[in-house]
């Protein structure tokens, strides 16, 4: 502990340097406000995109509360919580549940559950619907304790010095890459609970430091039991980044133990254990009761396991534990490597890599996804942290900067997680931010000192730096958001191709190409017309070579313009109180594939796919969960079969079906509604669709792209 510490003693600070945290008269109110500007306008100006992108992201409407699948694991785990125990619903999981002692749980945290039960307490009309208000919550929070977390490094390091106009500037700039230049901005593109766990990690996180960065600038009873919230509810949503700010706790209770303190911070000791263990205490016993053991999980008891043949065989080549030292190097490089970013002359020019990470040495990973490098898509952060590593262990450091020196090892301990676990995705750089974070506040801090001795012409420079760099990570980042994903709509896939057609059309049009089937797999941005513009597609660049059904369902590719025949919407309506016993109701063939609707209960149905003539296996399932249906108001059902895909999904029952298709169709919609009801039926089947699509982007691509 000795080697990355130093004395606390007032004597041993520069004059400038000695000062509070909360001091703010005198010489440092002009200061203050203009650093309380210019942040509040940086991070102001981020939040911008940052809301299109959570609330709109092509979809060409608002959406406070837009959803995708999975979206209600906390609010079913909230439920569970008012009933008095933690486990869910049998199936309401689907793959995601882990099994112990035959009941599903969400290896989810309880901070997201906890905050929703004033709403889940009261109505269940919100569920599904919360994630996006709830990362919005995240962000503001990470903004504000991002922002108070500069100003108290910056006091540590230089007290009451005066803070001009440029570096006001800067610290806006910064705070702005610090979040809207961040992965934050690509967890926004997708509101789904993986990425509101990740978003509520950084935010708790971050304040967790700012308050243990108190308590070591000037311990009091307040800060001491405010880091022990902020702690507890770290702890509770994400393990690793809540293993990190216990073990920061308890560093800091082994500086106030040391000889040279315990004088002045005898009274701390004992407080600060306790910061340290009541929260990896009660995560422990969360952990033991929801998966059978204190810490960490065994991915042996998820259900993909059980259903996915590559992820058994990862596990097997991993020991049993998906951990070890033997991913590294794959991880290592995806996340660090300076070329972790893809830059085209097609709008918008910046995105995430076109093809899934790569694996590195002979190892078996669980999977890889196209993945950012932070030192790529965060140029300004990255080159911060590292000077804010090398100000903070120097052997003379400035003011008190020696104090982040301990919470700087925990930070990096919280990415440990991520960098031994094999699976590799861009949502996991937010294991990282919270150690660029506060390694790029030092950073800041003292480039500045420096700059402001060597004139104004050195200030100009630094300050366009700041500008240039913080503004090529916000444009990475956001860019990385809009383009395509394995989750988009086809509204959404068009939105965005019709609007780089636009901006680029020249680029756009390299990027089409055509044939008669689609392939399994091409570079993320690649556009395929099949021959006669029977469908339009985009690559996500996602690789789906261990997950066979997927791959045949040509997952990596997103539907732009599908033609006539393919997209069905179904009005079904029942007339009569439905019964268990009730025959099932045909909506569509397609050949021998049936779409049927089959009673599950009193007033409920259940979506399934008959025969569909692919491959036998347990997945995907080809039953929707129970939906409850209301006599007499009629509801719509979606279906697609489309031959390009080789696919068929029918949805808005019960989650849906989504599942390979063989065979050639057509598809024909059982429609009742138009005939008279003389023979006894109590349901009507009416196809709503409108007139067949035109296809017009696809035919204008390929006349541009020089192949029509």
């Known amino acids: 502990m000795t080697s990355v510490l130093v004395s606390d003693n007032p004597q041993d600070i520069p004059t400038d340097a000695r000062t509070d945290a909360g001091a703010g008269a005198g010489p440092h109110d002009r200061g203050l406000r203009r650093f309380v500007a210019a942040v509040v306008i940086g991070f102001g100006a981020v939040t911008v995109p940052y809301l299109l992108v959570l609330w709109d992201l092509w979809t060409g409407r608002f959406d406070v509360f837009r959803q995708l699948n999975p979206d209600n694991f906390y609010d079913l785990q909230g439920h569970a919580m008012l009933e008095g125990h933690l486990w869910v619903p049998k199936g309401s999981l689907g793959i995601e549940a882990f099994i112990h002692g035959g009941r599903d749980y969400t290896y989810f945290g309880l901070f997201p559950s906890l905050i929703r039960l004033p709403v889940l307490a009261f109505t269940q009309a919100f569920d599904g619907?919360?994630?996006?208000?709830?990362?919005?919550?995240?962000?503001?929070?990470?903004?504000?304790?991002?922002?108070?977390?500069?100003?108290?490094?910056?006091?540590?390091?230089?007290?009451?010095?005066?803070?001009?106009?440029?570096?006001?500037?800067?610290?806006?700039?910064?705070?702005?890459?610090?979040?809207?230049?961040?992965?934050?901005?690509?967890?926004?593109?997708?509101?789904?609970?993986?990425?509101?766990?990740?978003?509520?990690?950084?935010?708790?996180?971050?304040?967790?430091?700012?308050?243990?960065?108190?308590?070591?600038?000037?311990?009091?009873?307040?800060?001491?039991?405010?880091?022990?919230?902020?702690?507890?509810?770290?702890?509770?949503?994400?393990?690793?980044?809540?293993?990190?700010?216990?073990?920061?706790?308890?560093?800091?209770?082994?500086?106030?133990?040391?000889?040279?303190?315990?004088?002045?911070?005898?009274?701390?000791?004992?407080?600060?254990?306790?910061?340290?263990?009541?929260?990896?205490?009660?995560?422990?016993?969360?952990?033991?009761?929801?998966?059978?053991?204190?810490?960490?999980?065994?991915?042996?008891?998820?259900?993909?396991?059980?259903?996915?043949?590559?992820?058994?065989?990862?596990?097997?080549?991993?020991?049993?534990?998906?951990?070890?030292?033997?991913?590294?190097?794959?991880?290592?490089?995806?996340?660090?490597?300076?070329?972790?970013?893809?830059?085209?002359?097609?709008?918008?020019?910046?995105?995430?890599?076109?093809?899934?990470?790569?694996?590195?040495?002979?190892?078996?990973?669980?999977?890889?996804?196209?993945?950012?490098?932070?030192?790529?898509?965060?140029?300004?952060?990255?080159?911060?942290?590292?000077?804010?590593?090398?100000?903070?262990?120097r052997p003379r450091p400035i003011g008190r900067v020696a104090l982040t020196r301990v919470l700087l090892i925990a930070m990096v301990a919280a990415t440990s997680g991520v960098l031994l676990f094999g699976y590799v995705a861009d949502r996991y750089l937010a294991d990282f931010l919270p150690f660029l974070m506060l390694a790029g506040c030092v950073g800041l801090v003292d480039v500045w000192r420096r700059l402001e001795g060597r004139g104004r012409a050195a200030i100009a420079g630094g300050l366009a730096v700041v500008v240039v760099l913080g503004g090529i990570g916000i444009w990475a980042n956001v860019g990385a958001a809009l383009t395509p994903s394995s989750i988009w709509t086809n509204a959404q896939a068009k939105k965005f191709l019709t609007t780089q057609l636009a901006i680029s059309p020249g680029a756009t049009a390299s990027m089409v190409r055509t044939g008669d089937r689609l392939p399994y797999f091409a570079p993320a941005g690649t556009v395929f017309a099949i021959s006669n513009c029977s469908g339009l597609y985009v690559s996500t660049g996602f690789g789906y070579a261990t997950v066979p059904p997927q791959q045949l369902m040509h997952e990596t590719w997103d539907p732009v313009e599908q033609g006539p025949g393919i997209n069905h919407l179904v009005q079904v309506e029942f007339h009569h109180r439905i019964l268990p016993s009730d025959p099932a109701v045909t909506l569509l063939t397609w050949g021998r594939t049936r779409v049927l609707l089959v009673p599950s209960g009193v007033n409920s149905v259940r979506t399934v796919v008959e025969d569909p003539g692919g491959p036998s296996g347990v997945w995907p399932p080809l039953s929707a969960a129970p939906h409850a249906v209301t006599p007499g108001v009629a509801f719509y059902v979606e279906i697609m079969t489309d031959p390009n895909l080789n696919a068929i999904l029918a949805g808005g029952v019960g989650g849906g079906v989504l599942h390979y298709l063989a065979g050639t169709g057509p598809a024909v919609v059982h429609v009742t509604a138009e005939q008279p009801m003389t023979d006894g039926s109590q349901v009507s089947v009416t196809d709503t669709n409108g007139p067949p699509p035109s296809m017009a982007l696809c035919r204008r691509l390929v006349k541009v792209s020089g192949d029509g």
């Not at 004088?263 to 016993?285: C, D, F, K, Y």
């Not at 043949?309 to 995806?334: D, E, I, K, N, V």
């Open 129 to 393: 619907r919360l994630t996006a208000p709830s990362m919005l919550i995240a962000w503001f929070v990470t903004g504000i304790f991002a922002s108070l977390l500069l100003w108290r490094v910056r006091v540590l390091l230089r007290g009451d010095a005066a803070i001009g106009m440029a570096e006001a500037v800067a610290s806006g700039v910064t705070l702005a890459a610090l979040t809207g230049g961040s992965v934050l901005v690509y967890l926004a593109s997708s509101p789904k609970v993986s990425h509101e766990d990740l978003a509520w990690s950084v935010a708790l996180t971050v304040a967790a430091v700012f308050a243990l960065l108190g308590v070591l600038e000037r311990p009091s009873w307040g800060r001491v039991g405010a880091s022990g919230v902020l702690v507890l509810a770290a702890s509770l949503d994400r393990a690793p980044t809540g293993y990190a700010c216990c073990l920061a706790a308890a560093f800091i209770a082994g500086w106030f133990a040391l000889p040279r303190n315990r004088s002045t911070s005898r009274r701390w000791i004992l407080p600060m254990a306790l910061v340290a263990v009541v929260p990896l205490t009660l995560m422990g016993l969360v952990n033991w009761s929801k998966l059978g053991t204190p810490f960490g999980l065994s991915e042996a008891d998820q259900v993909w396991t059980q259903v996915n043949h590559h992820r058994r065989q990862y596990l097997a080549a991993s020991g049993g534990s998906g951990f070890g030292l033997q991913f590294l190097p794959s991880t290592l490089t995806a996340y660090l490597q300076p070329g972790g970013a893809h830059f085209q002359s097609a709008f918008p020019w910046i995105t995430l890599p076109t093809s899934p990470a790569h694996t590195v040495g002979n190892v078996i990973l669980d999977n890889t996804l196209p993945t950012d490098s932070f030192t790529a898509s965060m140029p300004l952060i990255t080159i911060l942290a590292a000077w804010g590593t090398v100000s903070a262990f």
